[in-house]
Structures are given as C-alpha cells and as structure tokens.
C-alpha cells in the first residue's frame, strides 16, 4: 500500500487526476473503473479539464461504474448514471457505449462477466464512506463479495440523503463486491475533509476487518491512497 500525503485537498485532487492523465496517455484503452459521492466531484471536474488542455484521446477508453442505486429510474438527477454523464460523459462528448453501468434490473453476475470479457479493469477510482464502505460495501461484506444488491446502512442512507432532498433515499443498490474491486490492476482511493479522519486511522490500523471493508484493500498489491491533510489529521506516520 502506497500513502500519499498531500498540502491541501487541491494537491491531493491534482495527484489523483494526474495518474489517471498519465495512464490514460500511455494507454488509450484504458478500463478505468468509476467511483461517485462528493469527494470524486472535484476530481471529474479537473481530470475533464486536464484531458482538454493536453488533447489526451478517450474515444478508446472504457468506464465501468462502480455501483447503483435500485428503484430509482437510471436517469433520475441523483442517480449514478446521472452523476458521470453529467460530470464525465457529457464534458468529454464521450459516447454512452463506452459506459458499462451495473444492471440494476439483472443479476450482477452478468456485469462481472462484462468485465472479464473486457480483460479487467486497469485502475479503479475509489472514495471511501464514513463507515468504511467502498462502492456500496457496507461493513460485514464478504471479502470474497461479487456484484451483487446490498442493503444500504442507516449511516449511509443519512449521508446520501441530501442528495435526494425531501424524496425517500433508495434503501438498496448494486455494487460491485470486495472480490470484484480487488481483481482491478491498481486501485485508487481519495480521502478528503475532517468527517474522514477517524476512518482512515481505523484503516491504518487494522487489517481484513469486516467492520470496515476498506481494510481488505490493503493487501492488494497496488493500492495507493491519497490523504488530504484533514482527513490525514489523526494519523501519525513514522517517516
Ligand atoms: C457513496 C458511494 C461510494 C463513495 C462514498 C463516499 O455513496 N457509493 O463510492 O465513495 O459513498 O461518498 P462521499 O465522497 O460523498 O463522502
């Protein structure tokens, strides 16, 4: 596992964008796996612009979403669709065919023989919940956890609420499972903000730990985690 500790919440964002940039212009077929919330909002936002200036080619890309909302309708504005067509898809004119969303209405084995069949993915984005979670993870998740529908926590419902406003927040999702997350080639995770800071110090210190299933991604073998420095605040590293 690679730390990266960051001067501010700008320089960590720069660091994730640059190495997605970087992969994406040695390797224009990249499969880069896509991660929501708040904490990716500034990264979309700055990899579209970084991509614009350096003329960097995605008409080769593929983009697999990491998870989905059930009973909402694909397009409803707090979908995941919705977040990465508006923040990715649209900004970059990328075509929807270079998009593989998990089917909501199907089983989630069918997406994870869409990923074998595409070769895997090369780098995985991730942000992490206050509880752990990764995709929609919820502590108790299974290492060995494939796509499948997940019952989202209250503490997760409660921190995506404000995304729905007064309508109902979906009680359940797809995501793709620990296993799945684990067989992309590098995985890449941001930590920004002061609401983080106990959950990465719970990750540092424990290893392979259901309650908190952002630990199982520590034995993989390319594994960096970028910190900015308040949710590196309650940490100490002997460097
Ligand atoms: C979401 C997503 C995760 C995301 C996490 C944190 O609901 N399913 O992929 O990493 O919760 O979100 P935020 O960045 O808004 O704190």
Request: hydrophobic share 40%; charged share 20%.
């Amino acid at each position: 596992m690679r730390i990266i500790l960051s001067k501010s919440t700008e320089d960590a964002v720069d660091t994730v964008t640059t190495i997605v940039l970087d992969k994406l212009t040695s390797h224009p077929s990249l499969v880069l796996g896509l991660a929501t919330g708040r904490t990716m909002e500034p990264v979309y936002e700055e990899l579209v612009s970084k991509i614009n200036k350096n003329s960097v080619k995605t008409d080769e890309a593929f983009f697999f979403m990491l998870d989905e909302y059930i009973g909402i309708d694909e397009n409803h504005p707090s979908s995941f669709k919705s977040y990465i067509k508006k923040r990715l898809m649209l900004p970059l004119n990328l075509l929807e065919s270079q998009f593989a969303f998990p089917p909501t209405n199907l089983a989630g084995e069918v997406y994870e023989e869409l990923i074998k069949q595409i070769g895997g993915i090369d780098l995985q984005l991730l942000g992490i919940g206050v509880n752990g979670h990764i995709g929609f993870n919820e502590p108790g998740s299974s290492i060995h956890s494939r796509t499948r529908i997940v019952d989202l926590t209250d503490e997760t419902k409660n921190a995506n609420q404000s995304h729905f406003g007064q309508e109902k927040m979906p009680n359940k999702a797809l995501s793709m499972g620990i296993a799945s997350i684990m067989d992309g080639k590098e995985l890449l995770m941001l930590v920004t903000g002061k609401s983080k800071a106990n959950t990465v110090k719970y990750l540092l210190n424990h290893h392979d730990d259901e309650s908190c299933p952002a630990t199982f991604l520590k034995s993989h073998p390319h594994f960096t985690l970028v910190l900015d420095p308040e949710a590196a605040s309650k940490i100490s590293l002997n460097i």
